[in-house]
């Protein structure tokens, strides 16, 4: 019966494990029963009486379910060695001990739903101390509450440190004061309430006061994509939209410099030379608004278009957090929805430029890096026009596949590495620009110009929508 329970528990609840003492003829059949969960059940056989102290010390609760026991030995040495047990009402010790409930669970013999019932709140236990020398600091008397309460205490102050770490960015000191908190943390796995307050507060200090009163004052939004914040950076100087690790875009709030781009979209990234470049009347479409910052590239005569797939995003600007957009660009189209179905229904030969910035955070989205998304890009852009990718990212080397799908559609390409000599408030950057005509890009290329260069090797094989795998192009 215990097997047969413990192998319907072990489906609902993936924290439990068995471990059985003993052998007998019933070994092979409850090996049987025991297959689905085979890799959570440890077989010890037959243990010699001076090993027995140890085998209790293996588990968080002994478990007696027999039909019938005179006395029943084993449970009082579970007892005695400090074990909250399981037994039945045909068991002498455990009618002797468990009749009020305190040292364990007194069930009907043979009744399996009663047994499952008390296995099931036995792993609710509190967990027994990581380490056993200070098992006796956790045993609920004054002594160890005191103790428990002092752990807490220190971690309270360190998580308070730590927040004015994580603040100043003092790497080594987070590092630091988290393993110290860590180390506490280990050090009361026996006191349940110590434990979750210690992982409370390493919450609480490394970013979790942060994210309150962010979510608070309205700064952080959660949409279908995910949860943005919003948030003074350098010092209060600029404002910053992100997403996680990946930063959206930023603006300053120092009022001559309002509008001059900043992060990846410096005067001397690929994107700020060809924008420049562009003719003053050209049609310019945007994949990825971010917080708008490509808008002030504008000129007068010119025709600009936004794709952006969250709505969330977009209110940033709309609302006046960021400005670039109703600044530089009040009379763009926005247009909501998945960029490459956005694009099919896009007239032919619609832009002149077209930017798609959609590739720094952790997770790309492939459906815009196939053969059969350029296809789309290709029939909206101008026979004489230009597709700007932006692949800066931390974790994924996009310049192969982008190469690969350049030499699959026959187009020409050039990268742009802007990494050097940059301007207060611009970060690196890497963007390629593909065109139908080499004599294009040359135009991008003049005297005094920024450098560009060739494209990498390209990936053995092209991305479709139908074959795509990022293995190959993860930086490890």
Not at 99 to 105: E, I, L, N, S
């Amino acid at each position: 019966m215990l097997v047969e329970s413990f192998r319907r528990i072990a489906s609902r609840h993936p924290q439990a494990r068995l471990v059985l003492v003993g052998a007998g003829e019933m070994e092979r059949q409850m090996r049987n029963t025991l297959q689905p969960c085979a890799d959570r059940v440890t077989w010890l056989g037959f243990q010699p009486w001076h090993k027995l102290p140890e085998c209790y010390q293996q588990g968080t609760i002994f478990c007696f379910p027999s039909r019938y026991d005179g006395w029943g030995l084993s449970m009082v040495e579970a007892l005695a060695s400090g074990m909250p047990s399981i037994g039945t009402d045909r068991t002498g010790s455990a009618l002797e001990f468990l009749a009020d409930h305190k040292a364990g669970w007194l069930v009907e013999a043979g009744n399996r739903h009663e047994l499952e019932q008390a296995m099931e709140q036995a792993l609710l236990l509190p967990e027994r101390s990581f380490i056993p020398r200070l098992a006796r600091f956790w045993n609920g008397d004054t002594r160890g509450r005191i103790a428990a309460g002092a752990v807490v205490g220190v971690a309270a102050i360190l998580a308070w440190l730590l927040i004015g770490f994580a603040e100043r960015e003092e790497g080594a000191a987070i590092l630091f004061t988290v393993v110290a908190l860590v180390l506490l943390g280990i050090a009361v796995i026996g006191a349940r309430w110590a434990y979750l307050a210690v992982v409370l507060l390493i919450m609480l200090g490394h970013g979790g006061v942060k994210t309150l009163e962010g979510s608070l004052r309205g700064d952080r939004v959660r949409s279908y994509f995910g949860v943005y914040a919003v948030q003074p950076v350098d010092e209060g100087r600029q404002l910053q939209l992100s997403h996680g690790t990946t930063v959206h875009g930023r603006q300053w709030l120092v009022p001559e410099r309002r509008y001059e781009p900043t992060t990846y979209y410096g005067p001397s990234s690929g994107v700020g030379v060809a924008l420049e470049a562009a003719a003053p009347d050209a049609s310019i479409g945007v994949v990825g608004v971010g917080v708008g910052t490509l808008a002030c590239y504008r000129q007068p005569a010119q025709d600009w278009t936004f794709f952006e797939i969250d709505p969330a995003v977009l209110d940033y600007s709309r609302g006046g957090t960021f400005t670039f957009l109703s600044h530089c660009t009040p009379d763009a189209r926005m247009v909501i929805g998945d960029a490459r179905l956005k694009l099919a229904e896009e007239p032919a030969a619609r832009f002149d430029v077209l930017v798609i910035d959609a590739f720094s955070s952790d997770s790309i989205p492939m459906h815009l890096l196939t053969r059969e998304a350029f296809a789309t890009y290709r029939r909206v852009i101008e026979s004489d026009g230009v597709l700007l990718v932006h692949i800066s990212n931390r974790f994924i080397d996009l310049a192969p596949m982008i190469a690969a799908l350049a030499q699959d559609g026959g187009w020409q390409g050039r990268l742009r590495a802007d990494d050097v000599g940059k301007a207060e408030g611009v970060t690196p950057s890497v963007w390629i620009a593909l065109a139908r005509d080499d004599s294009v890009l040359a135009t991008l290329e003049g005297p005094g110009a920024p450098r560009w260069s060739a494209l990498p090797r390209p990936s053995l094989r092209a991305w479709t929508d139908d074959n795509a795998s990022i293995l190959p192009l993860i930086r490890w």
